[in-house]
């Protein structure tokens, strides 16, 4: 585990908390958004710099930018906030 | 696929296959189901009459075996134990599916009722002919699934509480089976009934697991044959109808409890290593507390199926009791009695079911019904003339050879219980039966409220308690014929007692 | 033919039985024809030696000894004459008819019968058709003659299957010559002969055990009375002659208790029977103290083993005595309650004189015969033990005449031709004359004929003058009290005014129904209460509707546990712990 | 090499097989006629069916490198374990297929236009993840079958499934990126993320157990277990009908798979006792919670979720019991994941089918279902068997070798959950059947039947005619369950298929 990784698993679990810690549905995909990037880099500066490593930033930092923007899009389809508990009660009223 | 093998596998068929086509008969066409299901039952027995002649007569060797897990087979054997179960089962399924024709003439769903009927039958000989402990399992489970829905076939809120009780006990018992069987195909590895050498081999080093594997398995079993604290689910699933109570409560499902114990003792442990474990003494003390539980219990339930229901918690544990006393005469007391309170027990549950057909479903509303439906009482009479052990019916000859097997087995107090149960089983007997006969004042007989019809019921109903109360007396008359059970158990009992 | 010859016996009547609804008008002789071919077996004997039966019950064996062939002989009589008596009342009840022919097969298959099992189906049958005759009448004294009935039956059946299990277990085979041989040298034999004695005792009448017997003896029709007290009574009686080790093993104490038993049921059955006002229950009671008497002559049999031979005789001789003597005066009340009339009724008095005398041994009477044989067993007793024997039984003797002295004095005014439709034996007496008479005359004629019967009978007929003073001073002796009380009786009003006698029918049993609910209803209560109990302790497997409590408490913890905050601490909390377990486990 | 091109040929058709169905039904704007979704399904059925039986022939796995490029490797590895998940992902596939068809006429989600072609997406996503021989392109498919299970919940647009879909697809972001996280140190640690290759040097490596432990706490988020099952049961309770039988039978067995892959093939000497119990009674948490949840649950569909969550406890125990070396444990874990998939699947199409006719969604639509919906009934019975596991089903025969390996292994601890975990699933599946044979005042949703007092109740049901028309659904249900019942009386085959490739295990069964 070399000094930058340690820096970037810091941030993931920062943005860890905050995604669960986060009061509304924006706080929580604030604190995904961080989780994200704090992943990417710790991947980024996992491997001696080879075309591998990079390779493998670039895609896995493309999905996890699509799955955000999809969360993105879900969170402003629902106006008003998430319920915190099961999700299923709330629900069927 | 030799005869032999292609015979036991036909008997599962000859149920299965009309229980499943019985599913997709509409519910309109009762000619067609009544027709299937009858002639089924006629070809089934037929095909145990040419099973017993080929066992007992030629001495073939009826085996199907077929590949279940990596080295365990299901095994299909025809051995004398099996048929005297089949035979029992076939018999009664024929005469039971011909009442139940008459019963259920104005029910709406008969075509699910006769489906789940065959399945029952189909686990209940499935059961009999288990060749080791595995397929036993196979079949004990599904006994226990496809008669819930016969429990429940009413609908009912009581219906449907009784089916609750039901399956919480059974597959109690269930899991427990499992877990024993597990336990001793760890132990042991694929295991067939017969081989008790096998068992007999791992007692050297193993004695306290192979007890407690016997102490699961006996509980296991003892929910379906209803040893004491574990009958709780016996009264309550008399809210089947009455074929249901005929067939589960006196040979399918209770059966299939003691006959499990039979096997488990005999065929899997060995009667010499269950002794040298010393487990019997205590499963003849519960057997003992069993029946007596089971006629005091009896004597105060004024519902006449409740109390038929005590009965047969009581009778069953005859078996056990005839099982686990280890002597040549109570071991062919207990399996004689396999058979003869099946066919005992089947024609008071057809009385009853009469009975209820004519709003009659207390012993209190009993009162001279004997003059109104003579038939049916007769044969009631008859039974529970069995049932008291009163000679010369079958009843008799049980107690006759439980009592001679305990005497030679150095157990007289065992002659105690069995006298202080045949006493109670008069007490609650015999009056239902006097007051049926001989009403309170003849002068003016109270005539039951308007709900009770006259006269007795259809000929599908009334021919099945006629035959079998018949073969009550037959079987105990001419108990020492060639062909009867009696023989047959001594012949079974002398291949399985050691000396 | 021989096959025939033994079957036909217990065949026959059930036969009968069973298609009496069918036969047509003729089934009214069957009643009579069925004991036939017992009387003929009986008198002639079987061309053969018995059957192998081993496909009949367990094995049957039949047989026919000494003992039990002049019983057989009696009974089969006895039943013709009651079976004759019983026609119309056989016509309009049907059960009743098969009943009887049942209890008749029963009752001659117990004589046949000679392995234990067969022993005990055929007495078991006996005794539970006998139970339909007892409840004829249906009225509420029936029924309850008809319940102590059953309850003292099935309790004396089982104690009689426990010692006949434990008997035949020790001999190994059932043939009952075996079992009584080996019982000698039984372990626990003394429990067994108790068994055994309290079993047969409950139908023979032991006096603990008779309570049934004044009351379902009287309950059933005339022509059942006659059968149970005259015949079936004596089944007991070859129950004990055939199994107790008679002759093998000295048994005094049980010989003293029977004897001591036997004394008590004479005096019992004297002082109960003379404070009666129906005849039928005198006669009753007047059975339990003939029946006493027997008693002591099996009491003596088991005493002195050599003289064993000597008691049965004497016991069966007395017994077949009494068969006849007590059917005759059960029948002759019959006729007496079937009305009769002038010339009629003094023939009737007449007959039920000579019973009377017979019964109460009157010299030149059965009755005298068979009590002379039973005085000369008593006289073999050891040092002087017999004479208060004799003397008791003598004094017996004065008992019964007094006894008949008051039958008589009941059945003195002709009972017109009543009407009541009550009245068992229909209005015109015709039907039960002839059948009465027959038995009349053979209670007369009976006696001399005992020995021919027996061809090898102990030449003990008393016929010396001490014998016939023997006889006569107790019948003189029991005349003597009569006659103070004809000349100094109340007044007739009061005789009558109190027609509830002194000790009701049943005696003892009167004090055990008053303890019975002391421990019966407290039983009921708690099983009762313990129904209930599991009733509501099946709620509990309601899993489900138990109570709302705990599945709120459950829901309530699901929503906190799916929450964000606590799902996120979980999540992590998770996360340490796998890794931390990776890392300090051992690979 | 003839040999070797068709089996690779076969392997790239079962995973493009579904994409190209996804375009054709793009092609289609997303209203896929039931013949072309018909073409589709019978072209990818036949090609597993040529895989499997490839695969079961040589007794080998089939591995195939597509791309062996420095960045980019992707690798196909047809293992036992594999073979026998794409066998019952397609069999769940098709069952789901003909309901989904055969729904068109009634409910309008199976003609949104996103479904079809987001339903092929998933299809394909599973094989992938399956067949993958490497971490990476499994972490990418867990993240594709993430986002297009939670796109297909979110179909309708209804607000409830809005908010089921967003609770899911948040829960799924966080376990992917633990997972990221977990891949970047094995990446850093060993240089490669094939399961063949990682495993040795991943144990080596001294930080070896912080990277599998990241990764095995995503993977559990993931899968779900008990205690983090938080967004299981909204996205599973309010899934469309047709959608439901995929996400509770198939897509909860990703996680399983690469789970039991990375810790038993790829890296079996990080496993440690204390790691492999943990997960054994996380599994026990989950039984024994789930099913309490269930028995409590009134809504119909939640119940089904939580038996869910409860049966994968069931299959956690797997992992205590393969630690201590027990091939028996593989096998039956394995083969129960298949059992419990086409059960649960069986189970939930036949709920939707009466939950329909009742238009309510608590349990007590299914009253008197039993003269409604006879065969629907009868499906969710035969279910019932497996999920129960009852002789003779699939569920049986798993857990008969779970109690086999627990008790082999000395680990008896594991008999009573699983024996008091298979009552507790009967209880709560008694509360369905119980209610399906009810034809009396319970029946107060429905006037079904006046209850008719007296004499045996005669429903006046006798008078209509009993047998409603072929309800083409309720027997595409019950053949299902039926498949689970072959599985039972004939598990030989399926046994020795997932016996293939299965990790070497020292001693034990």
């Known amino acids: 585990m070399n000094a930058p990784m340690i820096v970037a698993a810091v941030v993931v679990v920062v943005g860890l908390s905050a995604s669960f810690a986060g009061v509304a549905i924006r706080g929580r995909l604030r604190g995904l958004v961080t989780m994200g990037v704090g992943t990417v880099v710790m991947l980024g500066v996992a491997g001696p710099t080879r075309p591998a490593t990079l390779g493998m930033t670039l895609m896995a930092g493309i999905t996890l930018a699509g799955m955000l923007v999809f969360a993105r899009i879900l969170a402003r389809l629902i106006d008003g906030d998430e319920p915190d508990r099961r999700g299923i009660d709330e629900a069927r009223r | 696929m030799t005869i032999g093998a292609a015979l036991p596998v036909l008997l599962l068929a000859t149920s299965l296959v009309p229980a499943i086509a019985t599913f997709f008969i509409p519910e309109r066409s009762h000619r067609l189901r009544t027709a299937l299901n009858v002639i089924a039952a006629v070809v089934k027995v037929v095909l145990v009459g040419a099973l017993v002649a080929g066992v007992l007569y030629f001495g073939l060797e009826f085996e199907w075996r077929a590949a279940f897990l990596p080295g365990i087979d299901l095994v299909l054997r025809a051995d004398p134990i099996p048929l005297l179960f089949v035979f029992l089962s076939a018999l009664l399924w024929l005469t039971t599916t011909v009442y139940a024709v008459g019963y259920l003439a104005d029910d709406g769903h008969r075509s699910r009722f006769f489906g789940f009927f065959g399945l029952c039958v189909t686990a209940t000989v499935g059961v009999a002919l288990a060749g080791n402990l595995v397929t036993f399992l196979v079949f004990y489970e599904l006994l226990t699934v496809t008669t819930y829905p016969l429990v429940v076939h009413d609908g009912t809120a009581k219906a449907r509480a009784g089916g609750r009780a039901y399956l919480l006990y059974t597959l109690t018992g269930g899991a427990l089976l499992l877990l024993g069987t597990v336990w001793l195909h760890a132990l042991a590895g694929p295991l067939e009934f017969g081989q008790t050498e096998v068992v007999g081999a791992l007692a050297v080093n193993h004695r306290t697991t192979l007890t407690i594997v016997f102490v699961i398995l006996i509980v296991a079993l003892g929910f379906k044959a209803a040893l004491v604290p574990l009958h709780g689910w016996l009264p309550q699933a008399m809210v089947a109808p009455a074929p249901v109570s005929a067939l589960l409560h006196a040979v399918a499902v209770v059966k299939a409890g003691a006959y499990g114990i039979v096997r488990v003792v005999h065929d899997l442990f060995g009667l010499p290593l269950a002794q040298d474990l010393g487990v019997l003494m205590p499963l003849t003390i519960v057997a003992a507390i069993t029946i007596v539980y089971g006629s005091t219990r009896a004597l105060i339930q004024d519902d006449l199926k409740r109390r038929l229901a005590y009965s047969t918690v009581s009778q069953l544990s005859y078996i056990v009791l005839g099982i686990s006393v280890v002597s040549l005469s109570s071991t062919t007391g207990g399996l004689v009695h396999l058979v003869h309170q099946g066919i005992m027990k089947v024609t008071l549950f057809y009385c009853a079911g009469n009975l209820g057909k004519r709003g009659v479903h207390r012993v209190s509303e009993m009162d001279g019904i004997g003059r109104r439906m003579p038939v049916t009482m007769l044969a009631f009479t008859v039974a529970a003339v069995g049932m008291v052990g009163i000679p010369p019916t079958a009843g008799f000859v049980t107690k006759w050879y439980l009592g001679l097997g305990a005497a030679e087995a150095g157990q007289p107090w065992i002659i105690g219980v069995l006298a202080l149960s045949s006493a109670l089983n008069a007490a609650y007997f015999l009056p239902p039966v006097a007051r049926a006969w001989l009403p309170p004042d003849p002068g003016e007989r109270s005539e039951p409220t308007g709900r009770a019809l006259a006269g007795e019921p259809g000929g599908w109903l009334l021919l099945p308690p006629v035959a079998t109360a018949v073969s009550v007396l037959g079987l105990g008359i001419l108990a020492g014929a060639p062909l009867s059970p009696l023989t047959w158990a001594a012949f079974i009992a002398e291949e399985l007692m050691p000396s | ?587 | 090499m003839s040999e070797l091109s068709l089996a690779a040929g076969v392997l790239v058709l079962v995973v493009a097989g579904p994409l190209l169905g996804a375009v054709l039904a793009v092609a289609d704007h997303g209203h896929a006629s039931s013949r072309l979704v018909g073409l589709v399904t019978g072209l990818i059925a036949s090609a597993v069916t040529v895989l499997s039986v490839t695969v079961a022939g040589s007794g080998t796995p089939l591995t195939l490198v597509l791309l062996a490029g420095p960045g980019l490797e992707l690798t196909l590895v047809a293992d036992g374990l594999a073979v026998a998940m794409v066998v019952m992902t397609t069999i769940v596939a098709i069952a789901v297929a003909g309901f989904a068809t055969s729904e068109d006429r009634e409910s309008p989600q199976a003609r949104h236009p996103r479904f079809w072609p987001v339903w092929f997406a998933l299809w394909s996503a599973l094989h992938l993840l399956f067949l993958a021989g490497d971490l990476l392109t499994a972490y990418l498919m867990l993240e594709a079958i993430g986002v297009a299970g939670a796109a297909l919940v979110s179909l309708d647009g209804r607000r409830h499934t809005l908010l089921a879909a967003t609770r899911y697809l948040y829960a799924e972001l966080v376990a992917s990126m633990t997972v990221l996280a977990g891949i970047a140190l094995i990446w850093h640690q060993t240089g490669s993320l094939r399961f063949a290759e990682l495993g040795p040097e991943l144990s080596a490596h001294p930080e070896g157990w912080l990277a599998l432990g990241v990764v095995t706490a995503g993977l559990l988020l993931k899968l779900p277990l008990a205690p983090v099952h938080l967004w299981l049961p909204a996205a599973h309770a309010w899934a469309p009908s047709a959608v439901s039988p995929i996400l509770s039978a198939v897509v909860v067995k990703s996680a399983f798979a690469v789970l039991i892959r990375l810790w038993f093939l790829a890296s079996p000497g990080l496993v440690t006792r204390h790691g492999a119990q943990l997960l054994g009674s996380l599994g026990v948490v989950a039984i024994v919670w789930g099913s309490v949840v269930a028995l409590r649950s009134a809504h119909l569909k939640q119940l089904i979720a939580y038996s869910t969550v409860s049966q994968l406890g069931f299959l956690m125990l797997l992992v205590p019991l393969m630690q201590a070396g027990s091939a028996d444990a593989w096998r039956g874990g394995v083969l129960y994941a298949v059992a419990h998939a086409l059960a649960k699947a069986a189970l939930l199409m036949a709920a939707a089918v009466i939950a329909e006719d009742a238009e309510r969604p608590d349990v007590e639509a299914v009253i008197g279902a039993v003269t409604r919906r006879p065969l629907a009934v009868f499906a969710i019975g035969v279910a019932a068997l497996s999920l129960v596991g009852l002789p003779p089903s699939g569920g049986f025969v798993g857990k008969w070798y779970l109690l086999v390996a627990s008790l082999r292994t000395g680990q008896w601890w594991w008999l009573p959950p699983i024996l008091v975990g298979s009552l507790l699933t009967a209880g709560y599946l008694l509360k369905l059947l119980k209610r399906a044979f009810a034809t009396d005042d319970l029946a107060t949703s429905r006037p079904t039947a006046s209850p008719v007092a007296g004499v045996g109740a005669a429903p006046e049901a006798a008078a209509e005619p009993a047998d409603v028309g072929f309800d083409a659904r309720g027997a595409l249900a019950l053949a299902l369950a039926l498949v689970t019942v072959v599985i039972g009386v004939r598990p030989a085959a399926l046994l020795e298929l997932i016996d293939i490739g299965a990790p070497l295990v020292t001693g034990g069964g």
């Not at chain 3, 119309?88 to 009943?99: K, V």
């Open chain 3, 1 to 587: 033919m021989n096959a025939l010859a033994w079957l036909a016996p217990v065949a026959l009547p059930i036969a009968g039985a069973l298609l009496w609804p069918v036969v047509g008008p003729a089934r009214r002789w069957l009643l009579v024809l069925a004991p036939l071919p017992a009387l003929l077996l009986g008198v002639f004997g079987a061309p053969g030696p018995p059957p192998q039966l081993n496909w009949l019950l367990l094995e049957a064996i039949a047989d026919l000894d000494i003992g039990s062939r002049p019983l057989l002989v009696m009974t089969a009589f006895v039943w013709m004459v009651a079976g004759a008596s019983a026609r119309r009342i056989g016509d309009d009840r049907p059960a009743f008819a098969s009943l009887m022919l049942l209890t008749c097969a029963g009752n001659v298959g117990v004589l046949l019968a000679a392995d234990v099992v067969t022993f005990y189906v055929m007495f078991a049958w006996m005794t539970f058709a006998a139970y339909g005759l007892v409840v004829h009448h249906r009225t509420e004294s029936a029924r309850r003659a008809g319940r102590v009935y059953v309850v003292l039956a099935v309790l004396g059946e089982v104690a009689l299957l426990a010692g006949l299990l434990l008997a035949a277990t020790h001999a190994g085979t059932t043939a009952m010559p075996e079992v009584a041989g080996s019982l000698a040298t039984a372990p626990g034999r003394s429990m067994i002969i108790g068994l055994l004695i309290g079993g047969f005792g409950v139908k023979v009448g032991l006096v603990p055990l008779h309570v049934w017997l004044p009351l379902a003896h009287p309950a059933a029709p005339v022509a059942a009375s006659a059968v149970l007290s005259g015949t079936m009574i004596k089944a007991g009686l070859v129950g004990w002659l055939r199994i107790l080790p008679l002759g093998e093993v000295a048994l005094p104490g049980f010989g003293a208790t029977l004897i001591g038993l036997g004394l008590v049921g004479a005096v019992l059955g004297v002082v109960a029977g003379t404070l009666q006002s129906d005849p039928k229950v005198l006669l009753a009671y007047s059975s339990v103290s003939q029946m006493g008497l027997i008693t002591t002559a099996v009491g003596l049999g088991l005493v002195l083993p050599d003289d064993a031979t000597a008691a049965v005789f004497a016991a069966v001789a007395y017994a077949v005595h009494h068969g006849i003597a007590k059917a005759s005066l059960f029948l002759g009340v019959g006729v007496h309650k079937a009305g009769t009339r002038g010339w009629s009724h003094r023939t009737l008095l007449a007959g039920m004189g000579l019973a009377a005398l017979a019964l109460a041994g009157a010299p030149l009477t059965t009755g005298w015969i068979a009590k002379q044989t039973l005085k000369s067993v008593a006289d073999a007793l050891p040092e002087g033990g017999g004479q208060p024997l004799t003397l008791a039984l003598s004094l017996a003797a004065a008992g019964t005449t007094v006894l008949m002295v008051r039958l008589l004095w009941l059945v003195r005014e002709p009972s017109g031709p009543r009407s009541s439709p009550r009245s068992d034996a229909p209005a015109d007496a015709r039907g039960v004359i002839a059948p009465w008479a027959s038995i009349v005359v053979a209670v007369a004629v009976g006696g001399w004929l005992l020995p021919l019967a027996v061809p090898d009978a102990p030449s003990l007929l008393p016929l010396t003058t001490s014998g016939l003073w023997d006889g006569l001073w107790p019948v003189l002796l029991g005349l003597v009290p009569c006659a103070g009380w004809l000349r100094y009786r109340p007044d007739r009003r009061l005789a009558r005014a109190s027609p509830r006698p002194a000790i009701p029918a049943g005696d003892l049993l009167l004090l055990i129904e008053r303890l019975a609910p002391a421990v019966s209803i407290p039983a009921w209560w708690l099983l009762h209460r313990f129904d209930a109990m599991e009733r509501r302790a099946r709620t509990f497997q309601d899993v489900g509707r138990v109570t709302v409590r705990p599945g709120a408490l459950i829901d309530h913890l699901e929503d906190r546990l799916t929450g964000w905050r606590t799902a996120g601490a979980l999540y992590v909390l998770i996360g340490i712990a796998v890794t931390v377990a990776l890392a300090l486990g051992t690979a």
